[in-house]
C-alpha cells in the first residue's frame, strides 16, 4: 500500500544530480524510503511522476531538523515539482 511522505514546501536544482525536495522524510516515520527506491509525486494538477531516490541530503541549518530533505533524479526538474504538490511511495 503507498504511504504518504510529505508535502512539497520547497525544491532546489542541484546540477548534474537532481532535485532536492524539501521538507523531505520524517525522520521518526515508521515510513521507510532507501536510495533506489520509487516514489511517486501527485501534483496540484492531478497528473503522477515516477522517480527514484538518489539520496538523502542535509541542504542547511535552517530547515528543521526533524526532517531528511531527499535527493530526487535528474529526470525530474524543478519546474515540474509544484509546491503543494504530495510525495507518496509506491507499492
Known amino acids: ?34 536510495i533506489g527506491d520509487q516514489i511517486q509525486i501527485k501534483r496540484l494538477n492531478s497528473s503522477h511522476i515516477l522517480t527514484t531516490v538518489q539520496g538523502f541530503e542535509r541542504v542547511s541549518p535552517y530547515i528543521d531538523r526533524q526532517y531528511t530533505p531527499i535527493l530526487l533524479g535528474s529526470d525530474v526538474t524543478k519546474s515540474q515539482l509544484p509546491i503543494g504538490s504530495e510525495l507518496w511511495t509506491v507499492p
Open 1 to 34: 500500500m503507498a504511504e504518504f511522505i510529505s508535502r512539497v514546501e520547497d525544491v532546489f536544482q542541484i546540477t548534474n544530480r537532481g532535485c532536492v525536495v524539501v521538507p523531505g522524510i520524517f525522520r521518526s516515520s515508521q515510513t521507510q524510503i532507501k
